[in-house]
């Protein structure tokens, strides 16, 4: 694939994470009781990333953990005959927490639902809220993201990539025709 666009730098990558994470601040009043879980492969940088600003706005450390979704998804008869595990890597409580999930872009909604459904699995949040670098449209799903870092009106035979630095070696988005 031949990128056609990019959306976002470096620079705007990290604005975007700034801000999200002010606006998790503020809709939660405080950091308190407020965990991340970044969805496997790229939801787990940036949720990192997120905890890292958080920390440097409010002073206090997130927990962060990682959640994968192999199982939970519906089309896992399409992608493999031998789908690649992760770990789910939650070494706190999610009871009475407000879990942020998080991941790289939001689409269909069914990577988020099946999020969701492996993190009930864990235990029972007070609240999920969902946080995405990049909103691109297209739901299938009545899912919707409470923070988004950039919102791209895109066609159907377009894709997003997300590329961040200890994934991918640069942190970028990029637009690409299918």
Known sequence: ?????????????????????HEIIERNHGSEDVCLVGIHTRGEPISRMLAEAIYRVEGVRVPVGSVDITFYRD??????????????????SVE???????????????????????????GRAQRIQLAVLVDRGHRELPIRADF????????????????LAEVDGSTDVWLFDK
């Open 96 to 122: 009475g927490k407000t879990v942020v999930l998080v991941d790289d872009v939001l689409y269909t909604g069914r990577t988020a639902r099946a999020a969701m459904d492996a993190l009930m699995d864990v």
């Open 148 to 163: 988004v870092g950039k919102n791209i009106p895109t066609a159907q035979s377009e894709f997003v990539r997300v590329n």
């Open 75 to 92: 089309d896992l008869s399409h992608i493999s005959r031998d789908p690649t595990l992760n770990r789910t890597d939650i070494s706190f």
């Open 1 to 21: 694939m031949k990128p056609k666009t990019q959306i976002m730098d470096d620079k705007q990558v990290a604005r975007s994470i700034t801000r999200i994470a």
